[in-house]
Nanobody, 118 residues
Framework: QVQLVESGGGVVQSGGSLRLSCSVS????????ARWYRQAPEKEREWVAS????????TYGDSVKGRFTISRDNARTTVYLQMNSLKPEDTGVYYC???????????WGQGTQVTVSA
């Protein structure tokens, strides 16, 4: 019953912007931390950004710091990733994930493709 559905991916020119959304259902959303990951072909999955459930504290990977912003709307049970100043190396499949503060398992979405052309 738990579902995370990413949307907003696509093809964008280098220097452009995209906003990804992750709609979450089936869990008590405000008890879960949220994270974005990405994976390029033949490469290991990379952590991109996190936001906590309790205080909305954000952290970012070094490669996206200053360009990406993670946010959440608890009323809409949605997590966002605003991506600005995109580079070709940002290309990959982007996944959102929900991590409970206590006890329960984590949940992952199916991913959305982001392609940045040079």
């Amino acid at each position: 019953q738990v579902q995370l559905v990413e949307s907003g991916g696509g093809v964008v020119q280098s220097g452009g912007s995209l906003r990804l959304s992750c709609s979450v259902s089936g869990v008590t959303f405000n008890t879960y931390d949220a994270r974005w990951y990405r994976q390029a072909p033949e490469k290991e999955r990379e952590w991109v950004a996190s936001i906590t459930s309790q205080f909305g504290i954000t952290t970012y990977g070094d490669s996206v710091k200053g360009r990406f912003t993670i946010s959440r709307d608890n009323a809409r049970t949605t997590v966002y990733l605003q991506m600005n100043s995109l580079k070709p190396e940002d290309t990959g499949v982007y996944y959102c994930a929900a991590f409970p503060r206590v006890g329960a398992r984590e949940y992952w979405g199916q991913g959305t493709q982001v392609t940045v052309s040079a």
